[in-house]
């Protein structure tokens, strides 16, 4: 035992931790125990003249007895008597052995509660402290409804000495964070602001933390507080460590209370008053300065305590986010700490940067650090270190540096610690599909995910890569071939047996003119992977058989023998049963027309929230803060897209089309039969993609657009959901909500690409509004019929769609709107305005719709292009060779008549989507004009009222250079120029 | 209406950004000019944003200690202390997990790590691991220096402390660490402070201590 002369007021007790510590084997000392616990057990309930010494002894034995871990199921009484007794070392004990044991449900709260009411009218202020320090500790509802009055008296009387202030102070924080509600606000609340000018260092520490929890709640009430915390932080850094005595710790000028300071301040925006902002500043860079200086010790405790301000300073820089100089050099400062040797430092510079690379200001900063954070990634020895390196570079990542920065996650990825893997696949999912070098390597970049940490890869990545495949034409071919490359490992993950077997289900037929990779070949190599897959998989499998049948009519017969094996037929798994009989009977029954319907490629997706995104949110709720903040601050998104999807069951692409189908307007039959056909809502969630297959084909039956959605936004820019379209198939793209600015080249661009061919789809899409338009055109006069759609419960109110033709439009174009018949639209209603359009002459701009209505009592105005473009009014032309070529020279006389681009392909050169763009555009296509098949001629005529211009077009694609020719001759310059505009961003 | 507050372009202009604000409970709505895409638009109203800043609200996370565990090497508990309320099973449970993780890591690693929803920072000191539950985003650095100051005082207090002091006197330890924090927050930083007020507790002890060996001489029980 140890001679300890303070303190030692218990022999019985010492004897007893002696005894303990003396046992040989577990089993003694729980033999010392019980006895020890009978024989208090014994003492509580015999001897009624147990005086307060014996009491306090056994409680204190009982206390023991506890922290080794053992439950104590009596004594609580005993312990509740020795608060009322007048002795303080009993009364402590009381205290303690409540604050560690007593429940706050417990059925002796009242007596405790009642104590402690005693003791806070006590006399001696020892005893004050006591009951505070108690509540401070564990305080309860209860509690707080008891006593929460008494406390902010203590805290602002003249009177209280300075520890039962400070008590006081923690103990209202505590009372205030159980239940804030009773803890009223009042006269004292300005009063408290004021103790942060208080004389004792210890006062305004403790001060501090209650106001910045208050000022949380309640700013507003707080707000002087800003002025009297600038100034003491002030005081503070500028003093030298000898001014404030014993609150300088280890050279630093008290580092807690400065801590607290800045904290308090990161509730508030910058001050408003510049003089007040720059003294703000001035302690900033006071601490910034600080930490170039030589250090005044080599004590760990100094650079610690240094860099504790520090960092805390830099949390407030990033706060306010206001001041390019200040996040710099924090930037830089951590930059230092990157190498140094403390790993504690290296830890949390790269988790400080991490915020930092989410400032605009300072992510350019952050960039520069990126070698130094993969080195870190690869040689930090401490795997908490390296997580903070993968969030780092995940935070610092665009599309400057994304290649570098996944290809290191990847390769790290090998080698990575178990606890992390799967977060790291999530991020590089989602990095590879952010910034997108291109397709091809996006397809690369989670291929390589499934193959080097398979198990890790959640069903919303692989959902994810085929949704992007499908939605791009540009990578369907490169696809198949990788995934086809793919599956030729011997041993190869489940997951890539998967998106193998999809995408060669909907795209085998692109590289089946391979003989290496022909229907045959493909066929048996994913069948081979066949047996050992799960149900679910096995299902996917059988419905990419039903698509070879399709594809690839030659090898049916082989496709049928394995429906018809017995091991699918009589499959002990109902859905797999059901699949290979109804797949089997489809492909016998149906008519080869029947099964193209059925069997079509699927149609895009429609663009959402990436629901990996989605994933990670859900798994890391601090990084959504993070990157609401970042992708608010960095692209033109709204990011309210972002959260409301994050929660929605439809975020991910499982269950996506099936709102879509629910909504279309005319279900065509073939799609009810499929319904009946699988069972939508069996079979589990990796089969459902497979429903979509046969729901899909059905809707192009219902709308007029054309079946190859040619255009396609990167999914990272556009949130959309087209779950009320009125032509459901139809994605196109949306302007997002907040960048409706009718001038904005970039939507006028797109509105171009997507509307110039198509005539039906969704205009605009929030998520308060929906607007469809359905468009026909008839010489130089059109009619465009508007479907206003309330997504919302509550009505719109002075609903009031206008029409404009900004500038030189005016002249060129009359547009006459219906007004509509109501100016409300209800909760979940859709009204429809049609507007006619007259062309007058050749004109560039689109008419501008703009839509002002009430919702819930705040104006909303929404501004959007008409999908109007010139060539809608163009009629094809049929005309032979001759005087094709008779026409084409008489164009070619005057300047501006022709326009030649030599341009490189933006999408993949096929000639089949080609002509039917072509088509859509409005000319007339002309077979056998150009002696090269590949080329395309055509011919047509914008019907303006004022003038007919007759066009004619010459297209050559150049496979092998990726490139197009563009020739187009017209009598107008201005309509030569306007439709060159149109096709280049076709092609 | 005048901008509130300007801010500095990446072209070193200043202009104008946000046109006001109201400090809430859950954040900061700040009323922005529509061509700035500096913010996080939620509703327009004619031209102007209205933006909820929402790091002013991950800003309303408690932050505060939740819990002080101390242990040996050999992994039993000689301090608990918790400051947010939690099931007796809870803890066990939270004390057995975070012991093994702790006493698994190597010397030169790092002394925080994230741990289910805290931030854990322990230090060891001879046979003893001390480590603390605090919030994420809370100060680190400064925390492991509570640590530091707590040894300081039990050091001071037992005069070198080992071990077997807090074993002896775990009372002790809890009324030392009971001046030093209270409620998940510090309360006196000072060194001189802490040990003035626990001497003050010793001679109260004293004073009844000597009242009894008084009464005891006498006869008295």
Not at chain 1, 508 to 519: C, E, F, K, T, V
């Amino acid at each position: 035992m140890p001679t300890v002369a303070k303190g030692d007021g218990m022999r019985g007790l010492a004897v007893f931790i002696s005894d303990i510590r003396n046992c040989k084997s577990k089993e003694a000392e729980q033999k010392r125990i019980n006895k020890e616990l009978a024989n208090i057990r014994s003492k509580f309930k015999g001897d009624k003249t147990l005086d307060g010494y014996n009491k306090k002894k056994y409680v204190c034995k009982l206390l023991f007895i506890f922290l080794l871990g053992h439950d104590i199921d009596f004594g609580h009484m005993e312990a509740v008597n020795l608060l009322s007794s007048n002795k303080y070392t009993e009364k402590q004990i009381g205290y303690l052995f409540i604050s560690v044991l007593v429940n706050t449900d417990s059925a002796l709260i009242r007596l405790i509660i009642q104590a402690i009411k005693n003791d806070l009218e006590a006399r001696h202020p020892v005893h004050i402290c006591l009951a505070l320090q108690c509540i401070a500790n564990i305080g309860s509802k209860e509690m707080a409804e008891a006593l929460t009055k008494e406390i902010p008296k203590l805290i602002v009387s003249g009177e209280t000495i300075d520890a039962v202030k400070q008590s006081a102070c923690l103990c209202l924080l505590r009372l205030f964070r159980t239940s804030p509600e009773t803890v009223p606000p009042g006269e004292w609340t300005q009063r408290v602001g004021h103790l942060l000018n208080d004389q004792h260092l210890g006062v305004v520490t403790s001060a501090t933390s209650l106001i910045h929890t208050l000022a949380q709640k309640t700013p507003e009430d707080f707000k002087p507080c800003v002025q009297l915390a600038i100034s003491r932080l002030s005081r503070i850094v500028t003093s030298s460590y000898t001014d404030l005595q014993d609150y300088t710790y280890y050279f630093v000028p008290a580092p807690w209370l400065s801590v607290k300071l800045l904290r308090l301040l990161q509730v508030y925006p910058p001050p408003e008053d510049p003089a007040l902002r720059g003294r703000l500043n001035e302690c900033l860079e006071t601490i910034l300065n600080k930490a170039q200086e030589p250090p005044k010790s080599k004590k760990v405790q100094h650079s610690n305590a240094k860099n504790a301000v520090l960092f805390e300073a830099i949390n407030l820089i990033i706060h306010h986010d206001t001041e390019p100089s200040l996040l710099v050099r924090a930037c830089n400062q951590l930059g230092q700490f990157l190498q140094h040797r403390e790993t504690n430092l290296r830890y949390l510079a790269l988790e400080s940067m991490c915020l930092l690379a989410s400032s605009e200001f300072s992510h350019e900063a952050v960039k520069k650090h990126m070698d130094t954070v993969i080195t870190a990634l690869k040689t930090e020895r401490d795997v908490s270190v390296r997580q903070r390196a993968v969030d780092l570079l995940y935070g610092m990542c665009d599309k400057s540096n994304a290649e570098e920065i996944v290809a290191e996650m990847l390769s790290y990825l090998e080698t990575a610690d178990y606890s992390i893997r799967e977060e790291m696949v999530l991020k590089v999912a989602i990095l590879a599909e952010k910034y997108p070098v291109d397709y091809t390597w996006y397809v690369d970049t989670i291929l390589n995910l499934i193959r080097i940490a398979g198990d890790y890869v959640s069903d919303e990545v692989w959902y994810r890569v085929i949704q992007i495949v499908i939605n791009r034409d540009d990578v369907q071919g490169y696809a198949a071939k990788v995934v086809f490359e793919a599956l030729q490992a011997p041993a190869c993950h489940e997951n890539m047996v998967k998106v193998g077997g999809y995408i060669l289900g909907e795209f085998g037929n692109l590289i089946a003119g391979d003989q290496r990779s022909s229907p045959m070949v493909q066929f048996q190599l994913l069948h081979s992977k066949y047996h050992l897959c799960s149900a679910p998989t096995r299902g996917l499998l059988l419905s990419t058989y039903i698509k070879f049948i399709n594809l690839f009519p030659e090898i049916k017969g082989q496709l049928q023998d394995v429906l018809r094996n017995n091991n699918n037929l009589q499959n002990a798994d109902a859905e797999l049963q059901q699949r290979a009989i109804e797949y089997l009977q489809l492909s016998t029954v149906a008519s080869q027309d029947v099964l193209a319907t059925v069997l079509e490629e699927m149609p895009p997706f429609p663009e959402r929230e990436s629901s990996i995104l989605a994933k990670l949110k859900k798994k890391k709720p601090n990084v959504s803060d993070i990157e609401v903040v970042k992708e608010g601050k960095k692209s033109s998104n709204p990011p309210t897209l972002n959260n409301s999807a994050a929660n929605t069951p439809e975020a991910t692409p499982a269950s996506a089309p099936v709102p879509v189908m629910a909504a279309a307007p005319a279900p065509a039959p073939v799609q009810s039969a499929s319904d009946d056909l699988l069972g939508l809502s069996a079979g589990p969630a990796a089969a459902a993609p497979v429903t979509n297959n046969f729901a899909a084909p059905a809707a192009p039956a219902g709308g007029g657009g054309l079946l190859v959605d040619v255009f396609d936004t990167p999914p990272a820019q556009n949130n959309v959901s087209t779950a009320l379209a009125p032509q459901a198939e139809e994605n196109f793209f949306n302007m997002p909500s907040g960048e409706t600015a009718p001038s904005g080249d970039a939507s006028a661009t797109e509105l171009d690409g997507r509307f110039a061919i198509k005539n039906n789809g969704v205009l605009f899409e929030n998520e308060l509004l929906q607007i469809g338009v359905k468009a026909e055109y008839k010489g130089n006069l059109g009619r465009l019929g508007l479907f206003y759609g309330n997504k919302t419960s509550y009505p719109f109110q002075f609903f009031t769609p206008t029409v404009s033709c900004p500038g030189e439009l005016a002249s060129a174009m009359n547009v006459q709107t219906k007004p509509l018949d109501v100016n409300t639209v209800e909760g979940g209603a859709q009204v429809q305005q049609i507007i006619n359009v007259e062309c007058i002459a050749d004109f560039v701009d689109a008419p501008i719709l703009s839509i002002k209505f009430s919702y819930s009592g705040s104006m909303q105005q929404i501004n959007l292009m008409l999908p109007v473009m010139l060539n809608k009014f163009f009629e094809p032309v049929e005309m032979d060779a001759t005087s094709f070529f008779n026409r084409w020279k008489q164009l070619s006389r005057r300047p501006g008549q022709e326009e030649q681009k030599i341009f490189k392909a933006s999408f993949p050169i096929n000639s089949d989507t080609s002509r039917t763009k072509l088509l859509g555009f409005g000319f007339g296509l002309l077979d056998g004009v150009d002696p090269n098949p590949d080329n395309f001629v055509g011919a047509g005529i914008i019907k303006a009222q004022s003038s007919q211009v007759g066009c004619l077009l010459r297209l050559e694609p150049n496979m092998q250079a990726q490139m197009y020719r563009l020739t187009l001759r017209t009598s107008s310059k201005s309509v030569t120029t306007r439709l060159a505009d149109l096709l280049l961003k076709l092609f | 209406m005048s901008p509130k507050f300007t801010r500095k372009g990446n072209n070193g202009q200043n202009y104008p950004v946000c046109y006001g604000e109201h400090v809430l409970g859950g954040g900061v709505i700040r009323l922005w000019c529509r061509h700035q895409n500096l913010c996080t638009p939620r509703w327009i109203v004619g031209n102007y944003y209205i933006s909820i800043d929402v790091r002013g609200s991950t800003q309303q996370v408690v932050k505060m200690m939740k819990f002080m565990l101390l242990f040996s090497r050999q992994g039993k508990v000689r301090l608990q202390q918790w400051y947010s309320a939690t099931q007796e099973k809870e803890k066990k449970k939270i004390m057995r997990e975070l012991i093994t993780i702790i006493l698994a890591r190597k010397p030169k690693m790092c002394s925080f790590l994230e741990w289910k929803e805290y931030k854990i920072v322990y230090k060891r000191y001879a046979s003893l691991y001390f480590c603390c539950a605090i919030e994420k985003g809370d100060n680190e650095l400064l925390t492991l220096e509570i640590i530091h100051r707590y040894v300081e005082l039990l050091d001071k207090y037992f005069g070198s402390v080992c071990e077997l002091d807090i074993i002896f006197n775990f009372e002790k330890a809890y009324f030392i660490l009971d001046e030093l924090m209270l409620g998940g927050e510090i309360q006196e930083t000072s060194k001189k402070n802490c040990l003035k007020a626990i001497a003050a507790q010793d001679l109260l002890q004293e004073e009844a201590d000597a009242t009894r060996n008084v009464l005891e001489e006498m006869g008295l029980p």
